[in-house]
């Protein structure tokens, strides 16, 4: 006969220890478990808004009509400075010099940097280290120093301060962000793609245009883009050898100590929507390389 069988146990499932180890975590616990899973993401956020929110002051402003001189603080909105960004003197005249000077010294300190860059990193001469040192330079002081040296230089050499010695400050000034970004660039190049260029018969301007300029391009753009965004920029060293030359931040920094016109805030708003355009195109173009 067959032995009887035995009552099957219940399942772990449904004893109250197994139902117990199954309950959901509290509300507070699951909010600190997600803290910190996204603790950098919240924090690179922060740190977004808080360098954003001048800009949307900047911006809420440009709409302002203010009662007095200052245009701080709010009174109605109205869209006169934008109908009219250049209603105050001397506003756009200051405005299209700094881009002027901002694009000369780009040009300029692209120019050398990119050469003197090409120079550090593939070659090696005497007093190179010295070099390396003296392009660090500008980056490392403050710019009242190099701003006084240069002012100094001009004027024992007896040249007029304007537009020429703004354009050479800014140029001298820019140069070494150019250098380090063409540089860094450079470095991180496989010297093997120019041997396959050579080995394929190409002459050194060849190889320069189709392989190492191509390259290289990434670092010199940024360093361009660096260094008009610094020229334009500036104040303290175009303080120092302007002269009677006023440039758009030495118009912004003169206007508010009479009264800080809409229109500025209009010209920065312009800006940084025009900045915020070329960073979203250029990361469009970047996707649409990649995927191609």
């Known amino acids: 006969m067959p032995a009887p069988s035995t009552p099957s146990t219940p399942r772990a499932a449904n004893t109250p220890r197994a139902a117990s180890t199954r309950r959901a975590p509290s509300p507070l616990t699951a909010l600190t478990r997600w803290l910190r899973r996204n603790l950098v993401v919240l924090a690179g956020l922060a ?72 120079a550090l990193a593939r070659y090696r001469f005497r007093a190179r280290g010295a070099v390396n040192s003296l392009i660090f330079m500008p ?10 040296s240069l002012a100094t230089l001009f004027l024992n ?27 860094a660039r450079v470095m991180s190049m496989d010297p093997r793609l120019e041997q396959a260029a050579q080995d394929l018969y190409a002459s050194p301007a060849q190889t320069f245009l189709r392989v190492t300029l191509p390259i290289a391009a990434p670092g010199i753009a940024a360093g361009a883009l660096l260094s008009f965004a610094l020229s334009f920029d500036d104040f303290i060293i175009t303080n120092f050898n302007a002269g009677s030359t006023v440039t758009f931040p030495m118009f912004v920094w003169g206007s508010a100590q009479r009264g800080t016109p809409v229109q500025i805030n209009v010209i920065g708003t312009a800006m940084f929507a025009l900045a915020v355009l070329c960073v979203l195109v250029g990361q469009l173009a970047g996707t649409r390389r990649k995927r191609s």
Not at 63 to 72: A, E, L, S, T
Not at 139 to 148: C, D, L, Q, S, Y
Not at 157 to 180: E, K, Q, R, Y
């Open 157 to 183: 050499m007896g040249v007029d301060f304007g537009f020429w010695t703004i354009l050479i400050a800014h140029i001298m000034f820019c140069l070494s962000f150019v250098v380090t970004a063409v540089k």
């Open 47 to 118: 740190t977004l808004a808080y360098l954003i929110l001048p800009n949307v002051v900047v911006l809420v402003f440009s709409f302002n009509k203010p009662n007095g001189r200052f245009n701080y603080t709010w009174q109605r909105f109205s869209t006169d400075a934008w109908t009219d960004p250049c209603g105050v003197a001397d506003l756009c005249g200051s405005l299209s010099l700094s881009l002027r000077i901002a694009i000369w010294a780009t040009v300029g300190a692209t120019v050398l940097g990119t050469m003197i860059a090409f």
């Open 139 to 148: 980056m490392a002081m403050p710019e009242v120093v190099m701003a006084a």
